[in-house]
């Protein structure tokens, strides 16, 4: 990633505060790009930024709530006031919800987590297409889960939302792949992030055991294992002729 693929695009970066999305921005800051940084965490968006401002990186911190229309148009606006466009999109903020069977689900959560994990990622690409469209391209990467293609007991929630991100996904790239606008998903495994940590998936000896027998591996995957493959994929779409292909399902 040293080799400047990405110099003097614009990558923006939601959920970019911890996890693979501080992960993906290191990667995107290391081929070049220019960072808007997203989170609903100020003190962690914040703290990467000055990360990478510490490296020598160009990089803005900008809060949103992304299940909020107003704060997901203000993060675009306050992108092009800084860098003049958006270039590349990872939409990869997301929470885990609660464990319960299907019909003990909360209502609340349940509303909550298909706000910030699907309808989020539907208003943060209805305004980034919007500004795409304004400079001929770009590409957008959704970051889903491996629950997007298959189910997982006591996550009915999450399950659904993630799911829902993959056919959002293809819906919207064979809508503006003509435009030159490439919209792919990605869907980790589990991956060893704070998100799993609070959902007890990672400090739970039992429940470690569990996911471990459903993965051919060895241990679990840190972020920082991931988000070359996503980076690249950004960068392919972005290049790539839009008759290649309307969208990417990565599964890792």
Request: with cysteine.
């Given at each position: 990633?040293?080799?400047?693929?990405?110099?003097?695009?614009?990558?923006?970066v939601?959920?970019?505060?911890?996890?693979?999305?501080?992960?993906?921005?290191?990667?995107?800051a290391?081929?070049g790009?220019?960072?808007?940084?997203?989170?609903?965490d100020e003190?962690?968006?914040?703290?990467?930024?000055?990360?990478?401002?510490?490296?020598?990186?160009?990089?803005?911190?900008?809060?949103?709530?992304?299940?909020?229309?107003?704060?997901?148009?203000?993060?675009?606006?306050?992108?092009?006031?800084?860098?003049?466009?958006v270039?590349i999109?990872?939409?990869?903020?997301?929470i885990?919800?609660?464990?319960?069977?299907?019909?003990?689900?909360?209502?609340?959560v349940?509303?909550?987590?298909?706000?910030?994990n699907?309808?989020?990622?539907?208003?943060?690409?209805?305004?980034e297409?919007?500004e795409?469209?304004?400079?001929?391209?770009?590409?957008?990467?959704?970051?889903?889960?491996?629950?997007?293609?298959v189910?997982?007991?006591?996550?009915?929630?999450?399950?659904?939302a993630?799911?829902?991100?993959?056919?959002?996904?293809?819906?919207?790239?064979?809508?503006?792949?003509?435009?030159?606008?490439r919209?792919?998903?990605?869907?980790p495994?589990?991956?060893?992030?704070?998100?799993?940590?609070?959902?007890?998936?990672?400090?739970?000896?039992?429940?470690?055991?569990?996911?471990?027998?459903?993965?051919?591996?060895?241990?679990?995957?840190?972020?920082?294992k991931?988000?070359?493959?996503?980076?690249?994929?950004?960068?392919?779409?972005?290049?790539?002729?839009?008759?290649?292909?309307?969208?990417?399902?990565?599964?890792?």
């Amino acid at each position: 990633m040293e080799d400047q693929k990405l110099l003097g695009e614009v990558a923006l970066v939601t959920g970019g505060g911890s996890g693979i999305g501080w992960a993906a921005c290191k990667a995107f800051a290391r081929a070049g790009a220019r960072i808007v940084v997203s989170d609903i965490d100020e003190e962690a968006g914040t703290r990467v930024v000055q990360r990478l401002a510490g490296c020598g990186r160009d990089a803005i911190f900008v809060r949103a709530d992304t299940s909020k229309a107003a704060d997901v148009e203000h993060l675009i606006e306050a992108a092009v006031r800084a860098y003049g466009c958006v270039d590349i999109a990872f939409n990869n903020a997301g929470i885990e919800g609660e464990l319960a069977l299907t019909a003990d689900y909360p209502d609340e959560v349940w509303d909550r987590v298909i706000a910030v994990n699907l309808t989020g990622v539907r208003l943060c690409m209805k305004h980034e297409i919007k500004e795409m469209l304004k400079h001929h391209g770009g590409a957008i990467v959704n970051n889903a889960s491996i629950l997007g293609v298959v189910g997982f007991a006591n996550a009915s929630a999450y399950t659904a939302a993630k799911h829902g991100v993959l056919g959002l996904t293809k819906a919207a790239a064979l809508e503006y792949a003509s435009s030159h606008i490439r919209i792919n998903a990605v869907c980790p495994a589990f991956i060893e992030t704070p998100m799993l940590a609070r959902a007890g998936l990672t400090t739970d000896p039992a429940r470690r055991a569990a996911i471990e027998k459903l993965h051919h591996w060895d241990g679990w995957d840190s972020p920082t294992k991931l988000p070359q493959r996503r980076c690249g994929s950004a960068l392919l779409r972005r290049r790539s002729s839009p008759a290649i292909r309307c969208w990417w399902t990565v599964a890792m």
